[in-house]
Structure formats: structure tokens, C-alpha cells
């Protein structure tokens, strides 16, 4: 998944050498004339500085709503991403931060998604819900290294012949996805798990058509579906209740941009509150 999130106003009070009591103290950052998105300018279909994924959509709903306009900061993510956008006052919001992280405060979520496992569309593991199946031993995986289904293929004795794809610090539009779903549709493995919204898009601009399988029916952790909410800085009160209430009122609206982009989602109050792991596509550090 889609790269989780700093500490937030109060670490950069302590960074600075004040005590937590002062650091509580310190005002809202929030620029009041324009919507400051820190954002990685190449994290397709999240987000790049084209402004052409659904996260680049959904910060001008927002900015819409507030009615004043987007500035990006672009940073690639990965560490120290949330510290030096957010924590540095650089930015205000991350349009994508899953919920349960502790590196930010988190807005109300506006969508939740799944891992998936994209297979052939037409191939012998089109008809598989689960990865508990007896369908898939004996079967090679491609997988991100370090996210959840990793533990998974270990739990069901499926890792053997998985192959791993590593994060790269020059990783570009989530290159471990795509070289994952090109091995896919060139047989080079019989399917690939990624988080839902990575995988379905990779999926849709493959050559051979492949089914894209949300992974909702697991039976052990760790759990494979996240909340996903705006990242903001801690004690800025005011602002999360200014945003939750522009999830609230566009809500339809960001739907249907997830929709366009064939983001898998499920029940946002089906899934218990839990740290995530996502590892690829979300935000980090």
C-alpha cells in the first residue's frame, strides 16, 4: 500500500527543545487562504505533479468546499516524509493517511480498501475469494516485501515460491506494483498481491485482462483492510473539524472520483480500529 504518518506539531515543539506542556500551547499552522497538501509528485494513482491521480482529485473537492485554492509541497515519501512536510509547517494535509498510524492526527476516514489479489481474468485462479483456497498451493506470488500478505503466504506455507519485489529510496509510481503485475500478465507468476487501490490500477492498464480479487474474507491477522483519512499535524482541533466536515458534505463527490479509478473499497464501519501496515502506496514517517 497506497506510502504512515510524523508525530506531528507536538514532536516539532519537542524538536525544538520545548517540553510537552509548551508544545500544546503552540497555535494551528493552518495557511487560511489556500489548501497546502504535502504530496509525492510521483505516486501514481495517488497522486503526481501533474495533478493526475485521485488524490490530486480530491484536494481540489476539498480546496473547492474551503474555497481557496491547492498548493502542493511535493516530497518524495518514504522517511521522513510526514516530518519534513507536515512537521516543518510546510503543508497542512495529507490526503492520504491511514487510520491507526500514530505519526499524524487523523481527519474522519473517507474511503476504506483492501489488499487484492489480481489474477489472469480468464486463468485457473479467477474463481479464488480467499487466500486460505487449496487452489493456490504449489502457486507463485508476486508480492511488495514488508506489507501484510507477506505474513499470510508464510501462515498458509504458500512463501516459498513467492517472489519479492523491494522498495526502492528512487521508487517512481510504485515501480514494485507495476514490475509485479507485468510479470503477471507475462506468466512469469499466477498472480500478485498489492494493496487494493495500487493493484486494480496497475491491473487496468495491463495488456491481458486480469481480475482484480478484494482479499475481505481472511480468517487470521493481520488484518488486510485500512481506513484511509487525511493526515494532519496533532492539536490542530479546529482544522480537523474543518475538514471532516468537507469529507462530510463531498462525500458523494470523492466516491465517485475513487469510482473512476477502480479503487476496491469496502465498509468503513465493518473494519476495527487497528495500527496499519500498509508498507507500499501510503505514507511513511
Known amino acids: ?17 520545548l517540553g510537552p506542556a509548551t508544545a500544546q500551547q503552540l497555535p494551528e499552522l493552518v495557511d487560511k487562504t489556500r489548501l497546502r497538501v504535502c504530496s509525492d509528485p510521483a505516486n501514481m494513482p495517488f497522486s503526481n505533479r501533474r495533478q493526475e491521480g485521485f488524490e490530486n482529485r480530491i484536494a481540489e473537492i476539498v480546496a473547492k468546499e474551503l474555497q481557496r485554492p491547492v498548493r502542493y509541497y511535493w516530497l518524495q515519501q518514504g522517511m521522513g516524509f510526514v516530518r519534513n512536510t507536515l512537521g516543518t509547517g510546510l503543508c497542512d494535509v495529507i490526503i492520504g493517511a491511514a487510520s491507526g498510524s500514530d505519526l499524524t492526527q487523523h481527519t474522519n476516514p473517507y474511503y476504506a480498501s483492501t489488499y487484492v489479489l489480481v489474477v489472469k481474468a480468464d486463468g485457473p485462479l479467477a474463481g479464488v475469494t480467499r487466500l486460505e483456497d487449496p487452489a493456490l498451493k504449489g502457486r507463485k506470488f508476486g508480492i511488495v516485501a514488508g506489507t501484510p500478505p507477506v505474513d499470510h503466504l508464510q501462515r498458509l506455507g504458500l512463501i516459498a515460491n513467492a ?25 512469469s507468476t499466477d498472480g500478485a498481491l498489492l494493496w487494493g487501490p495500487i493493484g486494480a490500477y496497475y491491473a487496468s492498464k495491463a495488456g491481458t485482462p486480469l481480475k482484480v480479487i478484494p482479499l475481505v474474507q481472511e480468517s487470521e491477522r493481520p488484518l488486510l483492510a485500512y481506513r484511509i483519512t487525511f493526515g494532519i499535524r496533532a492539536n490542530e482541533t479546529q482544522w480537523k473539524h474543518t475538514l471532516n466536515s468537507a469529507i462530510r458534505k463531498r462525500q458523494k463527490e470523492i466516491a465517485q472520483v475513487l469510482a473512476e479509478y477502480g479503487v476496491p473499497q469496502v465498509s468503513v464501519d465493518s473494519l476495527p480500529a487497528e495500527r496499519p501496515n500498509l508498507a507500499a502506496g501510503q505514507v511513511q514517517e
Not at 500500500?1 to 527543545?17: C, E, F, Y
Not at 522498495?167 to 509485479?180: E, G, P, S, V
Request: charged content about 15%.
Open 163 to 187: 517472489k519479492s519485489y523491494g522498495l526502492t529510496l528512487d521508487q517512481q509510481d510504485n515501480a514494485a506494483a507495476k514490475d509485479a503485475i507485468h510479470d503477471l500478465a507475462a506468466g
Open 1 to 17: 500500500m497506497s506510502r504512515l504518518l510524523a508525530p506531528g506539531l507536538a514532536a516539532v515543539g519537542l524538536a525544538l527543545g
